[in-house]
């Protein structure tokens, strides 16, 4: 079992910034791609950001030169730093993780951070 604990979340006004971390442990073999999703009461959950264990990236359109994504391989984080704050950011982000052991895929989620982005 893999235990994925968020932190960083909170208010902040349009414009600001803030950083999100989440930390995997416990049986940590074969974590590779790590990520970060969102979800508002208006909205399915989507994919925000990921990141694979060799730096390679994706974002989401609405996201993309607002938001980055990096993680520490050794300490088994990843980051999320957030600029440019938009009102409509607001929403719960989950962190999670996938592992892959014997060919097959295990995801693993976080509890969820709460991000508010109003003035």
């Known amino acids: 079992q893999v235990q994925v604990v968020e932190s960083g979340g909170g208010l902040v006004q349009p414009g600001g910034s803030l950083r999100l971390s989440c930390a995997a442990s416990g049986n940590i073999a074969g974590i590779n791609v790590m990520g970060w999703y969102r979800q508002s009461p208006e909205k399915q959950r989507e994919v925000v950001a990921e990141?694979?264990?060799?730096?390679?990236?994706n974002y989401a359109d609405s996201v993309k030169d607002r938001f980055t994504i990096s993680r520490d391989n050794a300490k088994n984080t990843v980051y999320l730093q957030m600029n440019s704050l938009k009102p409509e950011d607001t929403a719960v982000y989950y962190c999670n993780v996938k592992a892959t052991r014997w060919r097959i895929d295990y995801y693993y989620w976080g509890q969820g951070t709460q991000v508010t982005v109003s003035s």
């Open positions: 990141i694979g264990r060799d730096g390679t990236t």
